[in-house]
């Protein structure tokens, strides 16, 4: 059973820069996995942030980044501000029609 | 725009069937595939099932194979999860999300996301 991991809370100061990953349990995270990122506040859907593991989507601001750190794949927010407070999901496409969710990290800014 | 709406969430007792719908409009329905995802109270998201554009391929999680069934009708624009042997760690909001994918087809190196979310439909299995 492959689980996806991702840091369980991260605390940002306004203005700061933070970098979120998303790891594997067993192996590395390559652009292979096509790894997507989603945004959500509470009681909303999720919004698409970055997908195939460094293309923004239309709107999201050029203040959120993805790369492949190492063995992980990571979501950079640059000059984090108060409605950047969320929960963050990597998914990562496993293959033959499969996709797995990250537990999410949920991004304190104060 | 893109719109997704989901409906025909509620209370279900443990081992009872739901069916649940998502509209689609604002693009080629027949065009794409589609997926549900679910989130239980409190929990993160879980991707629970996904079907061609064409309907002639279904992939389920574990957590879900041979109680859940996906489908869709092209000509309704519409989009369904048939849920059966429902359990207590079925409750979550079920939604339903575009994949981004013409005809399955990858292009300029974007693949397996999901562009377009529902706003979700509850799902609660209790007694």
């Known amino acids: 059973q492959t689980v996806v991991t991702q840091e369980p809370s991260f605390s940002v100061s306004p203005g700061g820069t933070v970098t979120l990953t998303c790891g594997l349990s067993?192996?590395?995270?390559?652009?292979?996995?096509?790894p997507s990122w989603y945004q959500q506040t509470p009681g909303q859907a999720p919004r698409t942030l970055i997908y195939?593991?460094?293309t923004r989507s239309s709107g999201v601001p050029d203040r959120f980044s993805g790369s492949i750190l190492g063995n992980k794949a990571a979501l950079t927010i640059t000059g984090a501000q108060a409605d950047d407070e969320s929960d963050y999901y990597c998914?990562?496409?496993?293959?033959?029609?499969?996709?797995?969710f990250g537990g999410g990290t949920k991004l304190t800014v104060l | 725009q893109v719109q997704l709406v989901e409906s025909g969430g509620g209370v279900v007792q443990p081992g009872g069937s739901l069916r649940l719908s998502c509209a689609a409009s604002?693009?080629?329905?027949?065009?794409?595939?589609m997926h549900w995802v679910r989130q239980a109270p409190g929990k993160g998201l879980e991707w629970v099932a996904f079907?061609?554009?064409?309907?002639?391929?279904?992939y389920y999680a574990d957590s879900v194979k041979g109680r859940f069934t996906i489908s869709r009708d092209n000509s309704k624009n519409t989009l369904y999860l048939q849920m059966n042997s429902l359990r207590a760690e079925d409750t979550a909001v079920y939604y339903c999300?575009?994949?981004?994918?013409?005809?399955?087809?990858?292009?300029?190196?974007?693949?397996?996301?999901?562009?377009?979310w529902g706003q979700g439909t509850l799902v609660t299995v209790s007694s």
């Open positions: 067993s192996g590395s995270v390559s652009t292979s996995y096509y």
């Open positions: 999300a575009k994949d981004q994918r013409v005809w399955g087809y990858c292009s300029g190196g974007s693949c397996y996301y999901f562009d377009y």
């Open positions: 998914v990562l496409y496993m293959g033959s029609g499969s996709w797995v």
């Open positions: 195939s593991t460094n």
């Open positions: 604002g693009f080629t329905f027949s065009s794409y595939g």
């Open positions: 079907i061609r554009y064409d309907g002639s391929n279904k």
